[in-house]
């Protein structure tokens, strides 16, 4: 009975738990896939083994950063060699009105503006899942995304 109360609330919360734990596991079964596919083409090309540095690298603290509010986590932000990607926690519908004219107008303005090269924004059957960040050339960018990240995701759970 969810209109009583909270009866149906913890059914919910473990519901989507399942669905983000699946979603994480069937993620990084995709990602090793991909990296295993650009190992075997690097030796193809280069007609060598993967060097050394190319071995897998476990991710640490130091890497990844949880953007979260209470405990509700919003994103994870993954710092790499030349990137950065933010996972969100919850996929956006692609055509939401504010996820447009505030996330991605900020991304668009801070490019032309030169505090980063490039971003991309990835999305699954019109949802959007992840935004990969290349050529930060701006240390109040990260802040900046974190605020924006969090004021979207209050919005959005506003409704």
Known sequence: ???????????????????????????????????NIYKQLLMEISGKHVQEEMRERVLSPDNVKVIAIGNDIVANIVKLRDSIRIILRESIPSNNTLLNSFLIQLLKDKK????????EVKESKGYVTEIVIRGINSKSLMKELEIALRYLWREIHRK
């Open 1 to 35: 009975m969810i209109a009583g109360g909270n009866e149906g609330n913890g059914a919910n919360e473990v519901s989507s738990r399942k669905e983000i734990v699946e979603f994480l596991k069937r993620r990084i079964r995709e990602l090793e896939r991909e990296l």
């Open 112 to 119: 032309d503006l030169g505090e980063l090269g490039d971003f």
